[in-house]
């Protein structure tokens, strides 16, 4: 499985952005989805995570209320819609899947996409 990310990009405070992030081919055996981003000089963080079947999402304290993770399951796709950003929000965004249940693990996952940059300016 190959996942592509994209959307990332500028963004001011208090602005919004929507991430992208599509799968190649949909196994059968692929259950989550997930968002991570990492920061230089720090390690990858949990942002969010979805599982296909149910939709049943799971997301960090730090960015809910702002950020919702979605899924088209037809297009082998999820999105991160991300609202109320702060320039603490600034990263790398990198999509994610793996098999079995829901994780906020980064080792857990077996498959990333290549990331995509959101800086939000102050």
């Known amino acids: 499985v190959q996942l592509q990310a994209s959307g990332g990009g500028l963004v001011q405070a208090g602005g919004s952005l929507r991430l992208s992030c599509a799968a190649s081919a949909r196994t059968s055996n692929i259950a989550i989805m997930g968002w991570f981003r990492q920061v230089p000089g720090k390690e990858r963080e949990f942002v969010t995570a979805i599982r296909w079947s149910s939709g049943f999402a799971i997301t960090a304290d730090s960015v809910k209320g702002r950020f919702t993770i979605s899924r088209d399951n037809a297009k082998n796709a999820v999105y991160l819609r991300m609202n109320s950003l702060k320039p603490e929000d600034t990263a790398v965004y990198y999509c994610?899947?793996?098999?079995?249940?829901?994780?906020?693990?980064?080792?857990?996952?077996?498959?990333w996409g290549q990331g995509t940059l959101v800086t939000v300016s102050s």
């Open positions: 994610a899947a793996r098999r079995g249940l829901t994780s906020y693990r980064a080792e857990d996952y077996e498959y």
